[in-house]
Every structure is written in C-alpha cells, then in structure tokens.
C-alpha cells in the first residue's frame, strides 16, 4: 500500500498562473512533490496540494536462531 504525505500551498488572489507554476516546478524538482489538487476560489486564491510517496525501508538484518 502506497502512503503519502501531503503538503498545501495557499496562493494569494492576484498571483499569476505563471508565478504559481514556478512555485510548483521548484517544488516538484527540488522536493520530490506531484501535484495533487488546485481548487481556484471565486476571489482569485488558490489552494494547492502537494504529495510525496512516503518509502519505508525494511531492515535488511536477519536474526538467526
């Protein structure tokens, strides 16, 4: 089962599309985000979210008896 943690962004009314594209590309190359959904209010803000895959590492010890 894949678990992911999420990250939201709040844009304020006025930003461009452009301005918040860069935002995303930055955090999507630099953090390892996806995007996951933009809801764009009546008054112009935008509520970004983000997710990453959360990897879990199993122990590559073995006990033997």
Known sequence: MVEY????????AG?????ARQIMTERAEY???ELHTVRVHRDGRRRIQLRKK?????STLHSHT
């Open 5 to 12: 943690t999420y990250l939201t962004v709040n844009l304020p």
């Open 15 to 19: 930003t461009t599309r452009e301005v």
């Open 31 to 33: 953090g390892g985000w």
């Open 54 to 58: 959360i990897i879990r590492q199993r």
